[in-house]
């Protein structure tokens, strides 16, 4: 049995273990994480405590290392507090880097970290058209796509998939977001991420990635708050009396529930792939 935790973050759903007394494989967390048959979540983080800290180690739902993890990064900071590891504030070493979390309540937390690169435009030939994006890293690389009409009707399975693994983005690829701006505070935004190779209900690093093409497009002033899929909105806003170089990012991260994964987890069918 191996005891772990199941968190939210803004709409993206996690598994995580504290201090795991031996490494995982890739294939043991791509089981663990595929829906329906087995526990499920886009992720899962191995959080353990550190002399400054705590350190965070996030892997996607294919069983890939990433760097960086917003939400959850904001999920991490809720597990220190519930552990007795802190009252409400706890620096959380990443592969992108250290990040100061200070919980706000029991279902928010707030990031402060490092604004992201300057947005560069580029223009990804997809399907012998030309696609204007914006490319942004912001501990993870991410592509941004201008949407002006309703997110509903936004191309994220198609496009997304397209431009997420577009060989000018390298063998890694990128996460894809679509945003629309609907005010100088407010946007909106759906994004398509590499390692779950699907739509999400939220992403942590792309709301700063949009909000980084919003203030280079002077169409957004910060603060500024982020609707995405999952309903949640997460909030960008200058770090309060600090460096214009750094920004908190704040919202949602709720522990939902704590338990053991059984064996029968592991034990899964093949992936089909229906011929045509």
């Known amino acids: 049995m191996t005891h772990f935790?199941?968190?939210?973050?803004g709409g993206n759903d996690f598994l995580a273990l504290v201090e795991p007394p031996d490494p995982l494989s890739p294939e043991r967390i791509e089981a663990w994480c595929r829906r329906g048959v087995s526990v499920g979540a886009d992720g899962l983080f191995l959080l353990e405590r550190s002399p400054s800290g705590a350190t965070m180690t996030h892997y996607n739902c294919n069983g890939t290392?990433?760097?960086?993890?917003?939400?959850g990064t904001r999920c991490a900071v809720q597990l220190a507090c519930h552990l007795g590891w802190t009252q409400s504030e706890i620096d959380i070493l990443t592969d992108a880097?250290?990040?100061?979390?200070?919980?706000?309540?029991?279902?928010?937390?707030?990031?402060?970290?490092?604004?992201?690169?300057?947005?560069?435009?580029?223009?990804?030939a997809v399907d012998s058209e030309a696609v204007s994006v914006w490319s942004v890293l912001v501990g993870v690389p991410h592509v941004v796509v201008l949407w002006?009409?309703?997110?509903?009707?936004?191309?994220?399975?198609?496009?997304?998939a397209k431009l997420r693994s577009h060989p000018e983005l390298g063998t890694e690829g990128a996460n894809?977001?679509?945003?629309?701006?609907?005010a100088q505070d407010r946007l909106e935004m759906r994004t398509f991420e590499r390692g779950v190779e699907a739509e999400t209900l939220a992403c942590g690093t792309g709301v700063l990635a949009a909000v980084a093409v919003g203030l280079e497009l002077e169409r957004s002033s910060l603060p500024v708050d982020a609707l995405?899929?999952?309903?949640?909105?997460?909030?960008?806003?200058?770090?309060p009396g600090a460096d214009p170089a750094y920004w908190v990012l704040t919202g949602d991260a709720r522990i939902i529930a704590e338990g053991h994964i059984l064996?029968?987890?592991?034990?899964?069918?093949?992936?089909?792939l229906w011929s045509d």
Do not use: H, K, M, W
């Not at 935790?5 to 973050?9: K, T």
């Open 148 to 160: 002006n009409e309703s997110l509903l009707r936004a191309p994220v399975a198609d496009l997304g």
């Open 97 to 124: 880097g250290t990040i100061r979390g200070q919980q706000a309540d029991q279902s928010r937390v707030a990031l402060t970290l490092p604004t992201p690169a300057r947005p560069r435009q580029r223009e990804l």
């Open 263 to 272: 064996d029968g987890a592991l034990d899964l069918p093949a992936q089909v």
């Open 65 to 71: 290392a990433a760097d960086l993890c917003l939400n």
């Open 176 to 182: 894809v977001d679509f945003v629309r701006f609907i």
């Open 228 to 239: 995405t899929l999952g309903g949640f909105e997460l909030s960008v806003d200058q770090a």
């Open 5 to 9: 935790y199941r968190l939210s973050g």
